[in-house]
């Protein structure tokens, strides 16, 4: 429900299994999205009383303020076989239940951007009526567009934080690593590749190396040398502590807006 970039991306995952694509329907409110979508994945376009008759899960993917209408609209559809999983940034489990038929089973998921390229973050709750069978289900399904892990709800403003918010922080460094090297005086287009190479390669052996990150700098801090030269001068402008005081920011206006 809700056929958006969250909503794609989730769909062009989950049809690259054998057989989904018959298996899934989308809806979505403009006619020409959906027709786009139906002949991109081979999913099937309906309306909310056809997806609910015949489909399980119903995963709810539009904006959070396009929340409540859409669940005003689902609820006289939905029986106790549902189970609703919902990617809305912010939004309580609590607040979907209420308007949902009493005892419906709800997972409440915050995922990244980076799901758009397989790559994503997703980190699930179980709403009152939840189970693990239903965080089952639910992890199955976010598991086609990357990693998921399950924190207690009370988590997810922090998780928020973290995850939801964390691609900007390193697109925002990136960002000024490439400006340094024009500084430098290197091409813009030959720093690009030099820094967003090494963020992949960085990543890459944060992920698959399972040495902490300490470690990984070590590695490349030479007594004397270049790197260490440059740690000092992140320590004296306070990166560190900037970065812990910007996240705590972020989990702060969290908290805020899920009042
Ligand atoms: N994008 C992200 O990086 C990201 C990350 C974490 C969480 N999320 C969450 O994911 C959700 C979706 O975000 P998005 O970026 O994918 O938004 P989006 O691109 O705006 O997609 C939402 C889609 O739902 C449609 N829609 C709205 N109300 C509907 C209704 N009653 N029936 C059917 N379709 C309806 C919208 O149509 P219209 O265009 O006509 O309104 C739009 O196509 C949000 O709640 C957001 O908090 C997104």
Redesign the pocket.
């Known amino acids: 429900?809700?056929?958006?970039?969250?909503?794609?991306?989730l769909v062009s995952g989950l049809v690259r299994r054998p057989g989904a694509a018959s298996s899934i329907a989308v809806?979505?409110?403009?006619p020409e999205?959906a027709a786009q979508l139906e002949q991109r994945y081979g999913v099937r376009a309906l309306d909310?009383a056809g997806a609910a008759a015949t489909s399980r899960v119903l995963l709810?993917?539009?904006?959070?303020q396009?929340?409540d209408?859409?669940l005003g609209?689902l609820a006289p559809h939905v029986d106790g076989d549902h189970l609703v999983v919902?990617?809305?940034?912010?939004?309580p489990t609590a607040r979907i239940e209420a308007l949902l038929p009493a005892g419906t089973p709800v997972v409440r998921v915050?995922?990244?951007?980076p799901?758009l390229v397989d790559e994503g973050m997703s980190v699930l709750s179980a709403g009152a009526h939840a189970t693990e069978a239903h965080l089952d289900e639910a992890e199955a399904l976010l598991s086609a567009v990357g990693q998921v892990r399950r924190v207690p709800e009370s988590q997810q403003d922090a998780v928020t934080a973290l995850s939801?918010s964390g691609p900007a922080y390193f697109f925002f460094l990136v960002e000024a690593m490439i400006d340094a090297g024009i500084l430098l005086g290197l091409p813009r287009t030959l720093a690009a590749d030099l820094i967003v190479q090494t963020a992949l390669g960085a990543a890459t052996m944060l992920r698959d190396s399972g040495e902490h990150p300490v470690q990984l700098r070590e590695a490349v801090t030479s007594p004397g040398g270049t790197t260490i030269a440059a740690i000092r001068e992140l320590e004296r402008h306070g990166v560190r502590a900037a970065l812990i005081a910007a996240i705590e920011a972020a989990h702060d206006r969290s908290v805020e807006l899920g009042r």
Request: charge should be positive; glycine fraction near 16%.
């Open positions: 429900m809700g056929g958006g970039k969250i909503g794609e991306a809806v979505e409110r403009s999205r909310l709810l993917a539009v904006k959070p396009d929340v209408a859409l609209l919902s990617v809305a940034a912010g939004v915050m995922p990244n951007t799901a939801g």
